[in-house]
């Protein structure tokens, strides 16, 4: 009798979804699944970590909007992928993380890798399934994408005991299943209440986030914004929903960006909040003119609401939402109302723009030596000047220096670790941006400290001949933290803080990549030229200024998450 295995029907779900890379470290638990993989359409990415392989996926969901697909083995490989999950979690990235685990029949006997693992992954994820019986592999796998890319996206978990994925079905008893919902809710009833509360405001503001980018409104953001003359800021995966160098884009929204935001939030009378979650990034709320009416617009219910009180709540995909907006806009004829009605908001803006941006030029222009951090983001920025460069970002100070400073172009072409702030993204962020972008140029911006997490991560980049560029900003040590230890008690403890000189672009040059060693601001740009153009994985070693301290690490000290 023909039979198939639960391996096989595992293998089988990822091809018939089109999955193009799986991102795995291998292991026995799920060999019974790469044994279907090999030679298929899907390509196995083996990595070094598998905190490494989850962030591919990440990066992975993130820019194309998928779900990024990771596989890891029973226990310690579980574990170790939960970083990865968690951040996914709060990035609302979707994602399926596969996992073998002990068979059910050995359960509770102390055998291999053995932990109960769907307890410890069920608050990080939108779901955590466990597939008992081989029949029901398809339905499982079913449940696993559709959860993870439906509504608010997010990553899912999938359970695999050994003993399930070899087991034998006959075919005919194995249900195919497979549905894409692509439909989600909309609320466009509110379009009119939106478009009366913005002709009664004079200083409206929009902030655009990753709501926009994953409901794909990139063209409705743009002719809601023309239409209506409102200045628009963007966040985590809306930067670049509108490009900063449109004329009503006031670039991102992060108040320590170097810009009118801090301004605009003071003064504000109405903030129009698309697919943006009111985090740590806006002070919770506060950062807002207290008077200012909210408009709150998520596809998530419980989202509207949380940490400040919002005027009109709105359940609804953006796209749709903007696209009933704009309609309202045209029908009534209110665009020249409403952009010269704005004018003046928009250029006490420009104003504060300007003003903002001076402050920082004497960093961004800095001769000193060591470098300082800002000059070599604005090297890195000028540099990375084609539409479609991706300048990915990891550290604490450094990515806040990079982030001040990055001109975004387009939506999904610049990545961080978001508000989940774990480090170590930027080597796997960076290699899944050019495994899905082969043609064009990617660049990591990366803390001393942060590199050092995955530094394997240039292995998987030579082997996979991923031509990525690292710019290590080497500040001899874990700088946000020494900064904001010294601005708590004066000083910092070096232990925990200094790590001291380390080569590491000769021990990329030992893995067989190119390494360059950056010691005066005037050799930053011929070294990205060189690395560049040798098209091979590099590492530039940037000896920075340990002396500048972002705003991030000031107000981490003084407002959030490292308030004394
Ligand atoms: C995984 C993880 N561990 C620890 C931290 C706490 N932390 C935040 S910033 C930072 C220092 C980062 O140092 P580095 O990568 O060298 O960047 P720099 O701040 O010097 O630019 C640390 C340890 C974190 N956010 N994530």
Redesign the pocket.
């Known amino acids: 009798m023909e039979t198939v295995t639960g391996g096989q029907l595992v293998a089988d779900g990822l091809t018939k979804r089109g999955v193009k890379y799986v991102f795995t470290l291998s292991g026995g638990h799920i060999t019974p699944i790469y044994q279907y993989l090999e030679n298929s359409h899907v390509t196995l990415f083996d990595t070094r970590h598998e905190q490494a392989a989850v962030f591919m996926a990440e990066a992975w969901g993130k820019l194309t909007r998928t779900p990024g697909v990771a596989m890891v083995t029973a226990g310690p490989g579980f574990t170790n992928s939960l ?1 990865g999950i968690a951040s996914a979690f709060f990035s609302n990235t979707p994602l399926v993380l596969i996992a073998g685990c002990v068979g059910l029949d050995h359960r509770e006997k102390l055998d291999l890798q053995d932990m109960p693992q769907a307890p410890v992954i069920g608050p990080m994820v939108k779901k955590a399934l466990v597939c008992h019986k081989v029949e029901r592999v398809p339905e499982f796998m079913d449940i696993a994408f559709r959860t993870a890319s439906s509504g608010r996206p997010g990553p899912v978990y999938l359970e695999f005991p050994v003993d399930v994925l070899n087991a034998q079905a006959n075919p005919s008893s194995v249900k195919e299943m497979k549905t894409d919902v692509t439909s989600h809710p909309a609320d466009l009833a509110k379009a009119e209440q939106m478009i009366d509360m913005i002709q009664q405001a004079e200083k409206p503001i929009v902030i655009a986030g990753t709501g926009v980018w994953q409901s794909g409104a990139e063209k409705e953001l743009i002719e809601f914004i023309e239409n209506t003359g409102i200045p628009v800021y963007t966040s985590l995966s809306g930067r670049g929903t509108i490009p900063d160098t449109h004329p009503l884009c006031f670039e991102g929204a992060l108040a320590i960006r170097p810009g009118s935001g801090f301004s605009a939030y003071m003064q504000t009378d109405l903030v129009v909040l698309l697919g943006t979650r009111i985090c740590l990034y806006y002070m919770f709320g506060d950062i807002f003119n207290r008077q200012a009416k909210v408009i709150q617009v998520d596809i998530q219910p419980e989202e509207i609401g949380r940490n400040r009180t919002v005027d009109l709540p709105v359940v609804s995909d953006v796209g749709a939402l903007l696209r009933r907006c704009n309609t309202v806009v045209r029908e009534k004829k209110l665009n020249e109302m409403l952009t010269s009605r704005f004018a003046p908001w928009i250029s006490t803006l420009e104003t504060a723009h300007e003003q903002g941006k001076a402050m920082s030029v004497n960093d961004w222009k800095s001769d000193a030596v060591p470098i300082h ?1 800002m000059r070599l983001a604005r090297e890195i920025n000028e540099f990375m000047n084609r539409e479609d460069d991706i300048v990915v970002t ?8 990079m982030g001040m400073t990055r001109t975004i172009r387009k939506p999904g072409h610049y990545l961080d670790y978001g508000i989940f ?4 993204v930027g080597i796997p962020y960076a290699n899944a941006a050019k495994l899905i972008y082969p043609e064009k140029r990617v660049c990591l911006i ?6 050092g ?1 995955n530094f394997m991560e240039f292995e998987t980049a030579l082997r996979r001949k991923l031509p990525i560029v690292v710019v290590i ?1 080497n ?1 001899l ?7 904001s230890q010294e601005i708590r008690m004066g000083h910092s403890v070096r232990e925990g803080t200094h ?1 001291g000189r380390v080569d590491y672009h000769r021990m990329v040059e030992a893995l067989g990549g190119k390494g360059i060693l950056v010691e005066q601001p005037a050799e930053i740009r011929p070294a990205l030229e060189a690395a560049f153009a040798s098209g091979i994985t590099t590492c530039i070693n940037v000896m920075t200024d340990q002396a500048p301290i ?1 705003p991030a ?1 000031i107000a981490l000290a003084n407002v959030g998450a490292y308030m004394a």
Do not use: K, N
């Open positions: 970083t951090p990891d550290g604490g100070d450094t990515a806040t220096w702030g774990s480090l170590a990366t803390g001393d400290g942060s590199v997490f900003c500040d040590g874990w700088g946000m933290i020494r900064h790590i972002s690490s």
